[in-house]
């Protein structure tokens, strides 16, 4: 399976994206702002080529394994990312809840000149099995582009 993020819009401290997996769309995300020099915390990931991992053994997981006990399995990682680690999709609304890693969502609002996304849990929710299975399987890479629309 192809699975992509493409970067839709800026916001001033945010960017918003749309998840694909085999060119359907999935939900969308957000993203931190896009820096030249990276700010830990702060920071979108460089656009690139990535894999899927599926990590269980980072500080998230029992979190999220009391969260979703019938769900998770680990956390979704995309690896291989120059001068990032942990960088999980997970659950929140705000680029203050980024903690330089994507936040799913069901739709997204602008609210004082940045993007956030709705309905995240309920996305995480739907798009985990689809992610878990590609992060197990053999069709690993997960690419990730600017495409600006707004």
Known sequence: MRTKILRVAEGKQSTLSHLYIDDVFQCYLLEDKIRNVKLPKQTAIPTGN??????????????????????????????????FSFVYIHIGNTYRQ?????????????????????????????????????????????????????
């Open 50 to 83: 990535y894999t899927l991992r599926l990590n269980t053994w980072g500080g998230m997981n029992t979190d999220y394994r009391q969260k979703f006990p019938k769900l998770h399995k680990g956390m979704i990682e995309i690896n291989g990312l120059p001068n």
């Open 98 to 150: 980024t903690a330089g890693c994507p936040l799913c969502g069901f739709g997204f609002e602008f609210v004082n000149g940045d993007y956030q996304v709705l309905r995240s849990k309920d996305a995480y929710q739907m798009i985990y099995p689809k992610l878990l299975a590609i992060a197990q399987g053999n069709e690993k890479s997960i690419s990730i582009e600017n495409k600006f629309q707004f």
